[in-house]
Nanobody, 122 residues
Framework: QVQLVESGGGLVQPGGSLRLACAASGRIFRLNTMGWYRQAPGNQRELVATITSDGNTNYADSLEGRFTISRDNAKNTVYLQMNNLKPEDTAVYYC????????????????WGQGTQVTVSS
């Protein structure tokens, strides 16, 4: 079994910063691309950023360079540094990991965290 546990969400004023973390644990054979997605009320879940196991990153165009994704492979953890937050960044942020388990080491599956709320408001 695999778990993704997110942390770091909360309430922040416009222009503020938050850092999200997501730690993967369990019977992980290989951890490939990790990423963050978000879903605001009434909207579909959308990509925020992804990072491969060797550090290649991809960001949603709308972020305008305000967010930075990183990972610590030794800790199976991915981070999202969010700066200059705006009210439109308010959403539930979900961690995603594509990985192979020790039960099925030749097939990749996507896993999701439970989500963490980020609210940007004055």
């Amino acid at each position: 079994q695999v778990q993704l546990v997110e942390s770091g969400g909360g309430l922040v004023q416009p222009g503020g910063s938050l850092r999200l973390a997501c730690a993967a644990s369990g019977r992980i054979f290989r951890l490939n691309t990790m990423g963050w997605y978000r879903q605001a009320p009434g909207n579909q879940r959308e990509l925020v950023a992804t990072i491969t196991s060797d550090g290649n990153t991809n960001y949603a165009d709308s972020l305008e360079g305000r967010f930075t994704i990183s990972r610590d492979n030794a800790k199976n953890t991915v981070y999202l540094q969010m700066n200059n937050l705006k009210p439109e960044d308010t959403a539930v942020y979900y961690c995603n990991a594509r990985l192979m388990t020790s039960y099925s080491p030749f097939r990749e599956y996507p896993y999701w965290g439970q989500g963490t709320q980020v609210t940007v408001s004055s």
